[in-house]
């Protein structure tokens, strides 16, 4: 594995530290060798780490850090990984509007680029801000084209995401039982691929967890969260399996 490999590895398995040791020393390496693109995915994975210790501005500040050598570089696919981690630090920040801007910046970055899978992420992504700016009709057209290029191309990594998605939906629909369903499906869809959430999803998450509980009752929470947990996303989302 390369050190990007493994280092996006064991950041998804929820492996802070190891995450940290490894990207320091990646720093030293690249700086002596000057190696660009390894100093910015290791300055990028500090970016995350903060994110995830709920430290938003070093969060922020790792990834400038991380957009200054990849700018320098000359090689526009390095800016990618740091301009998502800021448009991702101004949602979690709150400001929507900024964030809204960054991410389609990033979709047209990746488009560039010809990366459509990522362009996908970031289309999720963008969803979320028009939901918090109250724009539920464009929201709900957004994730559903995400879902739907999830699902068509077998992007298996970003299934669970789809499922946060769903409950987020259903949380500004009012519909927290169906909410509680799809946290569980997110949750499960997690745990098969040994991974956990990145930061903003799970900070999203945690909030949407808690508005279901306070609207259903801790009882009537887990039971839909629980049948939840055994369902296939695709049925979840009324999606053939075949």
């Not at 929201?139 to 699902?151: D, G, H, P």
């Not at 191309?153 to 987020?168: E, K, L, R, S, T």
């Not at 499906?185 to 903003?200: C, H, K, M, N």
Request: glycine fraction near 10%; include cysteine; charged fraction near 25%.
């Amino acid at each position: 594995m390369t050190f990007s490999e493994d280092v996006r590895s064991a950041f998804r398995r929820g492996e802070t530290d190891a995450v940290v040791r490894m990207s320091e020393a990646e720093i030293e390496r690249a700086r002596t060798v000057g190696d660009l693109a390894g100093e910015v995915e290791a300055r990028y994975s500090l970016a995350r780490v903060a994110i995830r210790g709920g430290d938003l501005p070093g969060g922020a500040a790792r990834a400038g850090e991380a957009l200054a050598v990849a700018l320098r570089s000359g090689d526009r696919s390095l800016e990618e990984r740091p301009r998502h981690v800021l448009a991702a630090v101004a949602r979690m920040s709150g400001d929507l509007l900024r964030a809204r801007d960054l991410y389609r910046e990033s979709i047209a970055l990746n488009e560039a680029l010809g990366q459509p899978e990522t362009v996908n992420s970031e289309v999720h992504n963008l969803a979320f801000c028009e939901l918090g700016l109250g724009n539920l009709d464009q929201a709900r057209t957004l994730f559903a084209e995400s879902r739907e290029q999830v699902f068509r191309n077998g992007w298996a990594d970003f299934v669970p995401y789809v499922c946060v998605a769903g409950a987020a939906l259903a949380t500004a629909e009012g519909d927290h039982s169906r909410a509680a369903r799809m946290i569980g499906v997110a949750d499960a869809a997690f745990a098969t691929l040994g991974q956990v959430p990145d930061p903003d999803d799970a900070a999203d998450l945690a909030k949407m967890r808690a508005a279901a509980t306070e609207a259903l009752g801790p009882a009537a929470f887990d039971e839909e969260y629980g049948v939840g947990r055994l369902l296939d996303p695709k049925a979840a989302f009324g999606v053939g399996t075949d």
